[in-house]
């Protein structure tokens, strides 16, 4: 093979190109990112885990002046400090973010540049560098050569993974001949590729770009959406430009292709282990959950008090393909939403031993049925739906039933509003063990309206037995 040589396009590529992209990408949280599937993510700036809005766009602005300026590290380490505080983020990750996002920026520079010059130019080469350091995966493409167009760049166009040191140089087919260059036309498969240095063999499964980076943001910011019209794209903005179409979950049409669904939608929700299996079963229940990633939807029927029926697998898969579709839910569509919200929020708490069927158990369960039913909106939204059944669903939800009631019951009498408790209790699912939320809600009820605290312990520890709950509120002064 020829000997390879550095070649500029007609001049370096300076910071203003570099720039220019940088200014127009969006600024999301992690959440926001994820909700927006791939096509989104690859032309917005988010960080993995970061969900404050305002320290996403202190790494953002921060990132935009080591651009423009030619910062270093350090200078960004500086201007972040907080988030460094924060996030409690290592010094390795920091750099990580400093390096593959500048290398981002200045790729997408490059591949503006190359686009004006492929007329004359209409062949790329994969550049690798050849040194004790480089993966097998992306020397294995070291010296292929492609169109400009060909479909290999949409997926490879460095970098192509964390400090990935890769580059691409543009070719006439002039150069092309007279360096005996072979143009491939099909895309990479997987081989052996031998060490030059030591004669070591490596066989790699997939050539290429390292997972989470096989795109193209040069490509997405040129061809994809018109960020001039928007150039602060937003959940708002993006919107605009794509609709509720472009979060549709895919349709289905058997329970497996559900729950393959639910994997790929649902585990960036459920914190502690993501979703990991889903299986229909026919037992006696809507829905559970191990709380470590697994769930089980039940294919049975309930014949209940009010007059409804209710299947949750068949339901919950209605409900997929309607939302696919773009078609309002029905009552029972978006309960089967909010009953696998409720295992979801199962899958954020950490938990502890708590005997069966004690107050603490129960108390467990309705802060988890009581905040999903006020926060399964999400779940929806983030799949393109609208709720339309929630302030039904909050009164005459299905779920612990009685324990919620005698729950919101216990709020009336104390004069605790909905809008002030519910952000505590997700304060507390997200920071506390299980077994401690009776204590703290007690606490925070206690708290919010001045009772007794034994009154209110007492009523709390009350919730799910076979107990007059009127007789007793009377009894412990709380009603009159």
């Known amino acids: 093979m020829a000997v390879v040589r550095a070649e500029a396009i007609a001049k370096a590529v300076d910071s203003d190109a570099a720039l220019e992209f940088w200014k127009q990408r969006a600024k999301l949280t992690d959440r926001e990112a994820k909700a927006m599937g791939d096509g989104a993510k690859h032309r917005a700036f988010y960080v993995s885990g970061l969900a404050r809005r305002d320290l996403v766009s202190l790494v953002s602005d921060a990132l935009e002046a080591a651009v423009e300026n030619g910062e270093t590290l350090a200078e960004f380490k500086a201007r972040i400090a907080d988030v460094i505080d924060a996030q409690g983020w290592h010094s390795y990750r920091v750099e990580n973010i400093f390096r593959t996002n500048l290398q981002t920026a200045y790729a997408a520079g490059r591949y503006k540049k190359m686009q004006a010059v492929k007329e004359s130019r209409p062949f790329w080469q994969y550049l690798a560098i050849m040194d004790n350091r480089v993966r097998p995966s992306h020397a294995i493409l ?126 960036e929700f459920a914190t502690n282990n993501g979703v990991t299996s889903v299986v229909v079963d026919h037992e006696d229940y809507f829905m559970a959950t191990y709380c470590d990633g697994r769930f089980m939807l039940s294919d049975r029927e309930f014949h209940l008090s009010n007059g409804r029926r209710f299947n949750a697998a068949r339901e919950l898969k209605s409900a997929w393909n309607s939302l696919a579709e773009g078609k309002k839910l029905s009552w029972e569509e978006e309960y089967s939403i909010e009953s696998l919200w409720h295992e979801i929020t199962h899958n954020r708490q950490t938990r502890g031993f708590m005997p069966s069927g004690s107050p603490k158990q129960a108390m467990m369960e309705v802060v988890t049925q009581w905040t999903a039913r006020r926060s399964y909106q999400e779940l929806i939204e983030a799949l393109g739906g609208k709720a339309e059944h929630q302030a039904d669903i909050i009164k005459n939800g299905l779920g612990y039933g009685t324990s919620v009631r005698r729950f919101d019951r216990l709020l009336e009498v104390l004069g605790v509003k909905d809008g002030i408790l519910l952000p505590k209790l997700q304060s507390l699912i997200a920071n506390q063990r299980t077994p401690e939320y009776l204590d703290c809600v007690k606490e925070e009820l206690v708290s919010l309206s001045g009772a007794k605290k034994s009154a209110v312990k007492k009523a709390l520890s009350n919730l799910a037995c076979r107990v007059d709950f009127e007789r007793l509120l009377r009894d412990c002064g709380l009603v009159s």
């Open 142 to 267: 070291h010296g292929a050569v492609y169109p400009t167009d060909h479909e290999f760049w949409s997926t490879n166009y460095p970098p192509n993974g964390f400090r990935c040191r890769c580059g691409v140089r543009t070719l006439s087919a002039r150069q092309v001949a007279k360096e005996g260059l072979t143009v491939q036309k099909e895309m990479p498969k997987s081989g052996v590729w031998t060490d030059p240095k030591n004669g070591m063999e490596y066989f790699v499964h997939f050539p290429g770009a390292d997972k989470g980076f096989r795109n193209n943001p040069g490509k997405d910011w040129l061809d994809g959406l018109d960020l001039k019209k928007y150039p602060d794209l937003s959940p708002k903005s993006y919107e605009e430009q794509r609709g509720p179409a472009s979060k549709r979950p895919k349709p289905v049409k058997t329970y497996d292709e559900l729950c393959e669904g639910i994997k790929e939608r649902c585990s």
